[in-house]
């Protein structure tokens, strides 16, 4: 297995490579159960998520038996009671393993805590013949905002041969304070704010073109943090032009046309650029970018006037590159 692709429906479509294969002792299982620990939205706590049908997607659980599952929010202040403990323990019929089940509840919850997790996910949780009760498969998501106190997992990440194979981008957009997420497309987007970047690559999409990336800059980005943006994008292959969308709310327009000039200048930037101003001094920015744009020939930059505008001259410049 080692080094083939692995594809199933847990994994991209192009699957992903083997990189290490856990062996373990098999286990002979009797009762095949479903242990959850996650961050409940309607409680606003931590919450138990339980069945007693295990071993298939909870989803497929929600819709074929929802009554089968309990839910059991978790106030922080008192942890995990005896209480809460021994109604999973009744409510899966694990009575004959209470001791067992009740422990391994208390250091998944433990874990769950210490680690800063969204989710820790143990299914199927099994017995065994002999009355033993097994953490057969485990999924586990950390809060990426957590990361700077996980500092051992984010060690184990880089020299696991085990990791997960993680994009480089990724990697240097967390670096830089930049929320980054590669997609298949050929159009870059930089865009400052998560609802702003998704409209526009909503309305990439509506105009016939495939956004490449979700790069949210946030609200206050320098110049240093554009230029990694840019090194992002430039890098990309499958980039054909990059759309900058950006709202002058905070910082004004024409500190940010300041900023992306340059980083502009700072990177061998070879990829076409579609600039979308609106806010404070748009104007302004937008008349410093066509200044710059006409100055020099090494950055091609396109303003635009709204966000149709700069949606539709962005699909048309990644077909004709592509062509070429």
Known sequence: MIGYKLVTHQTPKEGLQVNAVLVHEGVDIVRQLYLAFILDRNSQKPAIVASINGGMEIEEVAKTDPNSIIVLPIDVN???TDDIANKVVDNLQLQTVRQQAIEQLRNLYKMFIT????????????TDPKNKLFCIDAKINVDDNAKFRQKELVELRKTSVASEQVDPHEELALAAGLNYVALDGNIGCMVNGAGLAMATMDII?????????FLDVGGGANVEQVKTAFEILNSHPKVETILINIFGGIMKCNIIAEGIIKAAQLVDLKTPLVVRLTGTNSQQGAKMLDEFAKSQTKVQITTATD??????????IAKVSRKQ
């Open 78 to 80: 008192t942890g995990l």
């Open 115 to 126: 680690l800063d997790a969204t989710q820790v996910e143990i299914n199927p949780w099994a």
């Open 205 to 213: 999409k509506l105009y016939g073109g495939d956004p490449a990336n």
């Open 307 to 316: 966000l149709d505008d700069a949606a539709q001259k962005s699909v048309k």
